[in-house]
Nanobody, 121 residues
Framework: QVQLVESGGGLVQAGGSLRLSCAASGRTFSGYGMGWFRQAPGKEREFVAAISRGPIYADSVKGRFTISRDNAKSSVYLQMNSLKSEDAAVYYC?????????????????WGQGTQVTVSS
């Protein structure tokens, strides 16, 4: 079983930055594919970024967000720059037992509780 705990959400002005963190329990973190998803009110959950050895990004965040991981700390991060109002959502960290990246939510086995990101214009 893997537990994921997100942190780092908050209120930020449009154009600002936030860094989300996700700490994972478990002994085999390095073997997991990790992802970030988000869900805004009234919308479906959507893929943001994922990383295994290398990253992939949703087109909407490419060039503004950076996903990274530190296997020694069993953590994954999402650096979000140039935030826009449309980035406001609850952000979820997810882990999949298989290595490799995926943008599909159902490919992930474990989910965190989420952290709220609010962007003021």
């Amino acid at each position: 079983q893997v537990q994921l705990v997100e942190s780092g959400g908050g209120l930020v002005q449009a154009g600002g930055s936030l860094r989300l963190s996700c700490a994972a329990s478990g002994r085999t973190f390095s073997g997991y594919g990790m992802g970030w998803f988000r869900q805004a009110p009234g919308k479906e959950r959507e893929f943001v970024a994922a990383i295994s050895r290398g990253p992939i990004y949703a087109d909407s965040v490419k060039g503004r967000f950076t996903i990274s991981r530190d296997n020694a700390k069993s953590s994954v991060y999402l650096q979000m720059n140039s935030l826009k109002s449309e980035d406001a959502a609850v952000y979820y960290c997810a882990a999949r037992r298989e290595a490799g990246v995926s943008s599909i939510g159902s490919d992930y086995n474990y989910w965190g509780q989420g952290t709220q990101v609010t962007v003021s214009s």
